[in-house]
């Protein structure tokens, strides 16, 4: 009975939808573009996409100010919400999806003369921007499931992108082949839940768990089901089998898109979902009971350990930069899925500001290996040696990315790392704050082998010690991710408030 009370959306809402409606004129345009020009002029498609993110984007900073933004605006029938989480998460995922566009131009993988279909790619990265928005704005477990969809075909179709390419057709059929079966097992959760609920909001759904018995068994199976399905999303072990076949058999533009954007995207749905079914609103009593009657605290703590500790180590053993990458963005999901142990506003805002600095250093790391692949044609670390002289400025904004990834001060990894583990400490969860340190002195190892490979080993006679000229719109995107990336391990506080008042925003009415 409830779908015929579902308010009906209306024009007024998309004055508060105005980023997404310009991303998607911006998609639909790009196509067109490409169209008309019949794939000759990649140019047209790739300058509508640049304006078109470039003027959501501005759009979307300057409602940050927007007091409304703290009660959030329900929009599309109530499907959805714009809120200080959606407008946190836009920003996030449309600098990804420019500064993606922006090095994708350089990439002999998507702009080779052999290439086909160059402009489609540009339109590809906007729709999926729109999808992971929307991600971060559902309210409603029908847009939640629809919007992951979405990001989940695009996905598919970008990582085989390089259709001639075996490694990347492959990727693209391993990649549908998990997300088919990780969309049905969270879509089976999703129908128990709300079988036992009645509801479909999200609101609702806690709503009927708190007011009517619930049988705790059967919690726990739908928690684990839906679970099972985001983590796949996140690539949280043991959901995480995909990720380093796609990383390295995708474009690596594409690959340093997906270490980033539908990760987060994945982060802010599990947010609102859990946040406001299991521990918003004023009972916090009730709320507690909840989560105890699951174990949400020792099932997430031990995902969390599992997930950073199999990454790294792992990690170990790689000698292909890319898959050392997508092996060291599985352990960098456990250290966030810290804050998700006991659902607190301290832990959530951590995660966000974890999420701000991990798609700077991550990107930066990624888009490195897309300027190197240029000229080597390779992405094996054996290949690295001496690169740090070959490409000096490069180099060492590679250091600063790893350095930060690694967890090591004055950069900004270092404070995102310590506030996720203050957010545990706080509540006493010691053992998980000694595995996740135990695991960052594992990572410190494997990061610096591509530094000592690059700066400190001596490259083997005869070998081209040639230096490498790079791009200057190369150095212009990897100068903007490293910059902020130094610059927020010394001065971080305006953006910890800001996602602090995220939170807080989110909370606002429950």
């Known amino acids: 009975m409830e779908l015929l009370s579902v308010n009906i959306p209306s024009w007024s809402d998309m004055g508060n939808w105005i980023p997404e409606a310009v991303l998607c004129a911006g998609f639909l345009a790009a196509l067109l573009g490409d169209l008309v020009t019949r794939g000759r002029k990649p140019a047209v498609p790739f300058g509508i996409s640049v304006f078109a993110l470039i003027t959501s984007g501005a759009y979307a900073v300057a409602r940050l100010g927007d007091p409304g933004l703290g009660a959030g605006f329900p929009i599309m029938g109530d499907l959805v919400v714009v809120d200080g989480l959606a407008a946190y998460f836009r920003i996030l995922f449309i600098f990804a999806g420019l500064a993606t566009v922006l090095f994708a131009w350089t990439s002999e993988e998507i702009m080779g003369p052999r290439r086909e279909n160059k402009g489609e790619f540009y339109a590809l990265t906007v729709l999926m921007t729109v999808g992971m928005m929307v991600m971060a704005e559902s309210r409603d477990i029908l847009m939640l499931f629809l919007s992951m969809e979405a990001v989940g075909l695009v996905s598919y ?146 995902i969390s350990a599992v997930t950073m500790t199999f990454g790294n180590l792992v990690a170990l053993r790689q000698t292909n930069v890319k898959r050392l990458l997508a092996y060291s963005s599985i352990a960098h999901v456990g250290y966030i899925l810290m804050g998700f142990v006991l659902l607190t506003e301290a832990g959530l805002a951590s995660i966000l500001f974890y999420l701000l600095v991990y798609t700077l250093m991550n990107l930066g790391a990624f888009f490195f290996v897309v300027a190197i692949n240029n000229h080597l044609k390779s992405e094996e670390l054996a290949d690295y040696v001496g690169l740090g002289f070959r490409a000096p400025w490069a180099g060492a904004m590679m250091v600063v990315f790893l350095a930060s990834l690694t967890g090591i001060p004055p950069f900004a990894g270092f404070i995102g790392k310590f506030y996720l583990f203050a957010a545990v400490l706080d509540k006493q969860w010691f053992w998980l704050v000694i595995v996740a340190g135990l695991n960052s002195v594992v990572g410190l190892y494997y990061y610096f082998k591509v530094v000592k490979a690059m700066w400190l080993t001596r490259p083997a006679e005869g070998a081209d010690t040639s230096p490498l000229k790079l791009h200057w719109l190369q150095y212009t995107v990897l100068a903007v991710l490293a910059i902020p990336t130094l610059a927020l391990g010394l001065y971080w506080g305006q953006f910890k408030d800001l996602a602090d008042q995220a939170i807080v925003a989110m909370t606002v009415g429950f």
């Open 157 to 302: 179709v970008m990582a085989g992108y390089m259709r001639t390419s075996l490694r990347s057709t492959e990727a693209s059929l391993k990649y549908v082949i998990f997300g088919s079966v990780s969309s049905a097992i969270m879509l089976y959760g999703l129908s128990l839940l709300y079988g036992m609920t009645g509801a479909m909001d999200f609101a609702g759904i806690r709503n009927a768990l708190m007011t009517e018995p619930v049988n705790a068994f059967g919690l726990l199976v739908v928690t684990v089901l839906i679970i099972s399905g985001m983590s796949y999303k996140i690539a949280a072990v043991p959901f995480h089998y995909w990720c380093p076949d796609i990383y390295e058999g995708a474009p690596t533009p594409v690959s340093a898109l997906f270490s980033v954007g539908p990760k987060a995207a994945g982060f802010a749905l599990m947010i609102r979902f859990f946040y406001t079914t299991f521990a918003a609103g004023p009972d916090a009593v009730a709320s507690v009971s909840i989560l105890n009657e699951i174990n949400w605290p020792l099932l997430m703590a031990a």
